[in-house]
Nanobody, 126 residues
Framework: QLRLVESGGGLVQHGGSLRLSCTAS????????IGWFRQAPGKEREGVSC????????FTADSVKGRFTISRDNAKNTEYLRMNSLKPEDTGVYYC???????????????????WGQGTQVTVSS
């Protein structure tokens, strides 16, 4: 069973930056498509960004395009979500998810991914 662990969340001021990490043991994450999702209180979980297995393609939602960047470090077996110019509406729990040998659909949906982390809280103060 693939176990994903997110880290890097925290409290940051409007306009600040954070970098989230997603790691896993005993698997090669480059073999998985990785999606980042977020869920604000009282709202549905939203797909934010995705990188395909092999890293050949990425996709980022319009709501964060130009501010968030997904990347992969194969040497560290770690996925990252770099978040710049953070806004209060970016507040929520951020999750990484994985799907074996998959691409990234244009619309990042929960149903694409079989494996999920526990999430990390991001709070952006105004």
């Amino acid at each position: 069973q693939l176990r994903l662990v997110e880290s890097g969340g925290g409290l940051v001021q409007h306009g600040g930056s954070l970098r989230l990490s997603c790691t896993a043991s005993d698997v090669t994450l480059d073999e998985y498509a990785i999606g980042w999702f977020r869920q604000a209180p009282g709202k549905e979980r939203e797909g934010v960004s995705c990188i395909s297995s092999g890293g050949g393609s990425t996709f980022t939602a319009d709501s964060v395009k130009g501010r968030f960047t997904i990347s992969r470090d194969n040497a560290k077996n770690t996925e990252y979500l770099r978040m710049n110019s953070l806004k209060p509406e970016d507040t929520g729990v951020y999750y990484c998810a994985a799907e074996y040998l998959s691409g990234c659909p244009r619309r990042i949906q929960m149903a694409t991914f079989d494996y999920w982390g526990q999430g990390t809280q991001v709070t952006v103060s105004s």
